[in-house]
Nanobody, 129 residues
Framework: EVQLVESGGGLVQPGGSLRLSCAASGFIFVNYAMSWVRQAPGKGLEWVSAINSGGGSTMYADSVKGRFTISRDNVQNTLYLQMNSLKPEDTAVYYC??????????????????????WGQGTQVTVSS
């Protein structure tokens, strides 16, 4: 059974940093693209970042570009999200998500970035002073 378990969330001051982890099991991790998505209080899901199966290609939402870094360890079956220069608007539950393919999108518009097939239970990130 596919399992994605997020960890590393917590309370952090504006300008601070957190590193989120997602432990994956139940599938061949190295074969699939992965993503981070988030849901702020009272809002819908927001796509944050994606990484292809080999880790050589990444993509970020404009709201986090330059501040967040997605990475993966295909030996440890773990996905990471390094979050720097955190802002109050980053407050959300963060989920890791699996794509049903090795690449997170194709084509110019890359709408496939939103097409996940599994996701975890999430970890809460609160950015506040």
């Amino acid at each position: 059974e596919v399992q994605l378990v997020e960890s590393g969330g917590g309370l952090v001051q504006p300008g601070g940093s957190l590193r989120l982890s997602c432990a994956a099991s139940g599938f061949i991790f190295v074969n699939y693209a992965m993503s981070w998505v988030r849901q702020a209080p009272g809002k819908g899901l927001e796509w944050v970042s994606a990484i292809n199966s080999g880790g050589g290609s990444t993509m970020y939402a404009d709201s986090v570009k330059g501040r967040f870094t997605i990475s993966r360890d295909n030996v440890q079956n773990t996905l990471y999200l390094q979050m720097n220069s955190l802002k109050p608007e980053d407050t959300a539950v963060y989920y890791c998500a699996k794509y049903p393919r090795p690449d997170y999108c194709s084509g110019y518009e890359c709408n496939e970035r939103y097409e996940y097939d599994y996701w975890g239970q999430g970890t809460q990130v609160t950015v506040s002073s």
